[in-house]
């Protein structure tokens, strides 16, 4: 009975969890997320009045993100506040406006308080006409909300660059006091940081409770009791959810002041952190394991300070006036007629870019210079152009860096905990070369987590030199995907590559992250053949005709699509020398194992071209549930 209790549990977690994977719930999961934090901070109130801190989290935001937060921001300050809450409104549209100018603009980027000064610049305009109009509190209140803005719009773009604990900490009592005020959420948020939190975002989730001034209670006094309170040992761990109200009660009576209001919402919280997974970072973090991670997170943020001087540091300029002035004096300066020549007047920049359109009395002199000069600056700007790629490359790599250092500095604490693949992965493949050597590269190898890699490299052409070009491409991405890196990063840093060293087209890439935890696969594709997905009543193209690999460092990106095998389907990765979309028409009905269906579309293939030919066929199986 207990077994099958206890199955009959993993499968509904193996199944909520797979629905939380699923794009559509995350999309919709992240839209929530975002319009409810607008929603939600419109709610939060100092002194009795509403504050702009639902504007810092609008101008800390851009594009969707932005929109859809002052969405829910206009929606909670007309239901929580009324008619009053119109000055929040006002907030929130001008918010989302500078927002979705500036917010990805290099002026911001480059100056990181242009968007907080503007939005207390937008607090002070709006209070001012609020006021003016007898609408709006006193004028503290409006010193306090113009001081507020710039402050929120300033922490809330920091917190989503770094994750400190002190930002955390922060966010937990910022989250307190916006849900002080939604019945007894607020209370409930207090009792989870109580019970599951660390001592100072408990006592930050106490403060805004106090400030908040929801209750005559002393909330800071409740909350550190009940978190001094879950350290008692008791006999079960169930009986801790008992501690916060076990501790409003003492509080009560001790202090004399009766309120029953906070009881139900510090019950409710206390529940909440019993079903929470237990903390184990701030353990994890003391010692060796803390002092990498900290070390990770400041060599990260090194190289983004690195990437950020770069980019504001400018390539120097090309002096056009002083090779036009240097044409000048060669042509000019052994000519008679130099003191009163009229033509020499004339001579500007158009001239340097039209030398056979300038009039003169020895022409041959003065166009010979202006060509040569001409030349000089085409090989100048080349000359700029290509140090430019060099450091667009550079800075790349260092954004690179920073995200990947961020990301292994986040996984640490967790480096315990092994993510269970419910999968397995079935991968055929068969290569056909014209000559000896082959030039296309097939790979399958694990990455992190519950991540599978398959890659197939094509190397442009035939023979030895597309072969070495193909092992080379697919041992680089190999071990970098193989070192945690994600996929957009490490194929970029190829592309990179290849321009740098003159190699545009070496290879074409195919590239598919398989997620064995969730059947989902994510294709990449840089100048790839088209790739087919296989089901069972459908046959999809995936991809397009598209540039390879090497062009251009800034300019045409990976294409990458989503699918899902999760029910027995197939994807079908070809190089450009195997054609099989007609073949796949012609197939018969009835399932082909991986290996069978691989080795017949290259034998029907045969006459599709005189390339190295390719075909690996992905197939994806559940793993049996054991009891």
Known sequence: MLTAMETCMRITQRRIHKFALEPRVQSVMRVTAYGGSGFLLSAAALCGVFQPLALGLICSQTGWRAAVTALGAMAGYRLFWGKAGLQGVVWSGLGCLLALL?????????????????????????????????????????????????????????????????????????AVLALARVGPLGYAAGGVLALWASFPAAALGALGLELAGVTQLPMSVVICAAWFGRMLPFQQRWMRCAVPAAACIGVMILSGIWDAAPLPGLALGGLVAHFLPPRVDSIQRRG?????????????????????????????????????????????????????????????????????????????????????????????????????????????????????????SDQLPRRGERPAAYYRLEVSARSRGKERANGDRCLAFPGTGCRYYVLLCDGMGTGLGAAQEGQSAGELLKKMLSAGFPPEHALRSLNSILALRGQAGAVTLDLAEI??????????????????????????????????????????????????????????????????????????????????????????????????????VLRLHRHQLST
Request: some cysteine.
């Open 102 to 174: 500036l917010g990805k603009g290099k002026q911001a980027q480059a100056q990181p308080l242009l968007l907080p000064a503007l939005s207390g610049v937008v607090t002070a305009a709006a209070g001012t006409a609020f006021l003016l109009l007898r609408q709006s509190a006193a004028f503290p209140v409006f010193f306090l909300r113009v001081c507020l803005a710039p402050v929120s719009t300033w922490f809330f773009h920091r917190a989503g660059l770094r994750r400190e604990n002190v930002t955390g900490w922060i966010l937990g009592g910022i």
């Open 288 to 408: 060796e394991t803390g002092i990498a991670q900290v070390r990770l997170e400041l060599t990260a943020a090194v190289m983004a300070q690195i990437q950020q001087l770069l980019l504001e540091t400018e390539l120097p300029r090309i002096d056009e006036e002083a090779l036009l002035n240097r044409a000048i004096n060669r042509s000019c300066g052994n000519c008679p007629s130099r003191e009163n020549c009229i033509e020499r007047a004339s001579l500007s920049m158009e001239s340097l870019h039209n030398p056979l359109g300038f009039a003169c009395r020895r022409p041959w002199e003065i166009q010979g210079e202006l060509l040569r000069a001409r030349e000089r600056l085409r090989d100048l700007k080349a000359d700029r152009q290509r140090q430019q790629e060099y450091r667009s490359a550079l800075v790349q790599q260092y954004r690179f860096l920073s995200v990947y250092l961020r990301q292994l």
């Open 515 to 616: 997620r064995l935890d969730s059947g989902r696969i994510s294709l990449y594709k840089w100048g790839a053949a088209p790739s087919y997905f296989l089901g069972k009543t459908e046959i999809k193209k995936i991809g397009t005709a598209a540039p390879p690999p090497g062009i251009s460092i800034g300019e045409n990106r990976e294409t990458v699509d989503r699918l899902s095998l999760r029910r027995g389907e197939m994807l079908i990765l070809v190089s450009d020398g195997a054609e099989i979309g007609e073949v796949l028409r012609r197939r018969k009905e009835g399932a082909m194992p991986p290996g069978e269906m691989a080795e017949w579309l290259l034998e029907e293939s045969q006459g599709a071209g005189e390339d190295d030919a390719t075909v690996a």
